[in-house]
Structure formats: structure tokens, C-alpha cells
């Protein structure tokens, strides 16, 4: 399985950008970069995914470095909501030859207004 | 539209008990799967199901738990004989397409069933 490694802890001052990093060396050219979140016990939220291209959409931005070793989730304007744990994951084939999403223990975003 | 329905969200059961989790995909989705989370760990996979098929059950304990997704009706996670160690929260979550190769479809959870064995 291609692993991943966050920080375990961030703070982000209210209405700036939140800049997450993500280290996965181990990935492989048809493995994709999934981001989820995580608020205080709720379900998983999703957030974005991508392959080699770059992705934004209306939550957040995902910087892939062109070896697609690392990676970087942009929240461009955080706010007290954004306060989670998020999880960089890269889907994975598992022994019985299907995928599933392995969570890691994520980063814990504070945002502090 | 409505998101991945999961119920009850909490469940309380004394131990050697059964509990039953439901879970009810986002329309037009037919694939489900079975997320575990012991408290302050991240979730771990549990089974992977389509309609009447379990595709990927490795994360799955051996013994007492089994999954189903009949061709009508919700899926339903469900534990024989509780132990506390059982005790978390068991998400679910949809995807709308099979997954191929080199691709994990995007998958949306439910709020989750916190069980609590006494």
C-alpha cells in the first residue's frame, strides 16, 4: 500500500489560507490522492481528489508536485469550520484485488480566530 | 438529494447482544462499504458490498460479524454475541460506480452508528 505522512497538528489563523502537506513517495502511477475531513465525530467529508493534474473546486485546491510525491490541500480562506482532522489518502489494491481507502491518523487543523 | 442515511446513530447493547446497523446509500448508488472507527483511531475498513455480493470482506473480523446488501432494502453490519471491544463508530459509505483499475470512485459517508456495549 502506498502510505501517506502528515503532520499531525496545524493552526491557521481565521481567513487565512490553510496550507496542508502531504508525503506519499510510495504511490504509484495509476493511484490517485483522495482528501477527506473529519469534524468532531461526524461522518468522513469528501474533499477533493486528483491524479497529476492540479484540481480545485468549491471547497479547496490540490497541488500535486509534478513526481506526485507530495502533495498540498489549500483552503484559501479558512474559517472556524474548517477546524477537522484531514486525511490525505491514497487508494490503494488491496490482496483480495479491490480498492478501499486506508485513513491514516490525518492532521488535526485548528483554526484560531 | 439526499446523503448516505445510516440508523440508529447510537446504538446501546450489553454484552453476548446482537446489534444491527442500517445503512442506506445515496440514490442511484449501489456500492457500499463498511468503515470501522475505535475511539481516537482513524477508520478502518471493514467489506465492501454490491447488490447481493460481498466483492472484499478482508477487513472484516472472522468471527461474529457479517455485512449484507439485499437486492431490495439497506445494508445492514451486523455483530453477534457484542463484546466492549466492539464498541465505536461504524461509518458507511457509497460510491456510484464500480471500481476499475488504478481508480478508487469518490465515496460519501453517513453520519455513523456509535454502538456501545456495556
Known amino acids: 500500500d502506498a502510505k501517506t505522512t502528515q503532520p499531525p497538528s496545524m493552526d491557521c489563523a481565521e481567513g487565512r489560507a490553510a496550507n496542508l502537506p502531504c508525503n506519499h513517495s510510495?504511490?504509484?502511477?495509476?493511484?490517485?490522492v483522495y482528501w477527506y475531513r473529519q469534524i468532531h465525530s461526524q461522518g468522513p467529508q469528501y474533499i477533493i481528489h486528483?491524479?497529476?493534474n492540479n484540481e480545485t473546486n468549491e471547497m479547496a485546491s490540490l497541488i500535486i508536485t509534478e513526481d506526485r510525491k507530495s502533495s498540498t490541500l489549500i483552503l484559501p480562506h479558512a474559517t472556524l469550520r474548517d477546524t477537522a482532522v484531514y486525511y490525505c489518502?491514497?487508494?490503494?489494491?488491496?490482496?483480495?484485488?479491490?480498492?478501499?481507502?486506508?485513513f491514516g491518523k490525518g492532521t488535526k487543523l485548528s483554526v484560531i480566530p | 438529494n439526499a446523503g448516505v442515511m445510516q440508523n440508529p446513530r447510537h446504538l446501546v447493547r450489553r454484552r453476548g447482544q446482537e446489534a444491527r446497523l442500517r445503512c442506506s446509500p445515496m440514490?442511484?448508488?449501489?456500492?457500499v462499504y463498511w468503515y470501522r472507527q475505535l475511539p481516537e483511531e482513524g477508520l478502518k475498513f471493514m467489506v465492501y458490498?454490491?447488490?447481493?455480493?460481498?466483492?472484499?470482506e478482508s477487513g472484516m473480523p472472522k468471527e461474529r460479524f457479517s455485512a449484507e446488501f439485499p437486492k431490495e432494502g439497506p445494508s445492514i453490519l451486523r455483530i453477534q454475541q457484542v463484546v466492549r471491544g466492539d464498541s465505536a463508530a461504524y461509518f458507511c459509505?457509497?460510491?456510484?460506480?464500480?471500481?476499475?483499475?488504478?481508480?478508487?470512485?469518490?465515496?460519501?459517508f453517513g453520519p455513523g452508528t456509535r454502538l456501545t456495549v456495556l
Open positions: 510510495t504511490i504509484s502511477g495509476n493511484e490517485y
Open positions: 440514490k442511484g448508488h449501489s456500492h
Open positions: 459509505a457509497s460510491s456510484p460506480l464500480a471500481r476499475t483499475s488504478g481508480k478508487t470512485d469518490t465515496q460519501y
Open positions: 458490498l454490491q447488490k447481493e455480493n460481498i466483492i472484499d
Open positions: 486528483g491524479l497529476k
Open positions: 489518502i491514497v487508494s490503494s489494491k488491496n490482496g483480495a484485488g479491490s480498492y478501499q481507502l486506508t
